[in-house]
């Protein structure tokens, strides 16, 4: 069993998450099946402003590539872009696309969307 913060004591599995901490100094029992304890406190720093830079809208001759960077401050753990079409690597930072009509290009890193 796990208690977080003073909070009730949970049944613990390996897939469980915690969500919600801010933040700031916490607390983590554990509690073993005979009932003996132990405390470890952690601290959660805040967390770092995150920037992702996308080249401006360009406009280029039909058929013609493009190159396509992105500029992170942070290593990012998934990347996406939609639409997966005409890309020449579609979890890179740095794609070429081949345009042959009009084209948005979005990407998606961390999950989160970037326009």
Known sequence: MISID?????????????????????????????????????????????????????TIQLGASVNVQTNLNFIPTTITWTPPTDLSCLDC????????????LQSFINRCQWL
């Open 93 to 104: 930072v740095k794609s070429k696309s081949y345009i042959w009509s009009n084209y948005h």
């Open 6 to 58: 003073g909070g009730p004591a949970t049944t613990y599995s390996p897939q469980m998450r915690v969500t919600g901490l801010g933040q700031g100094n916490h607390s983590l029992r554990i509690i073993n099946p005979i009932a003996c304890d132990t405390v470890l406190n952690f601290t959660v720093s805040p967390s770092a402003v995150l920037s992702l830079t996308l080249p401006n809208e360009t």
